[in-house]
């Protein structure tokens, strides 16, 4: 899975550069703005969907060690090893 979101990341930066260029471009005087508007438009979208995101992504805060998915990964190896 990861492979799959590190694969894509490049794709979806140059999408969004062409994108952003092309909108820039669109008007020598407005384009700065238009890019302006895009951005903020995406952030407000963003901000809502934030609670939909499940709750055991958000249970712990960086580094912190979940220890329902320590012990899940435990049990795994043990299993493994048996």
């Excluded at 809502?48 to 580094?63: F, H, M, N, R, V």
Aim: glycine fraction near 8%; include cysteine; hydrophobic fraction near 50%.
């Amino acid at each position: 899975m990861m492979m799959i979101v590190m694969s894509l990341y490049p794709f979806s930066s140059r999408v969004g550069d062409v994108f952003g260029s092309w909108l820039f471009g669109l008007s020598p005087t407005h384009g700065f703005l238009y890019c302006v508007v895009a951005i903020t438009i995406t952030y407000a979208i963003i901000l809502p969907l934030i609670p939909l995101l499940p709750k055991q992504l958000l249970a712990t805060a960086d580094g912190e060690p979940n220890p329902l998915e320590e012990s899940s990964m435990l049990a795994e190896i043990a299993k493994g090893e048996s």
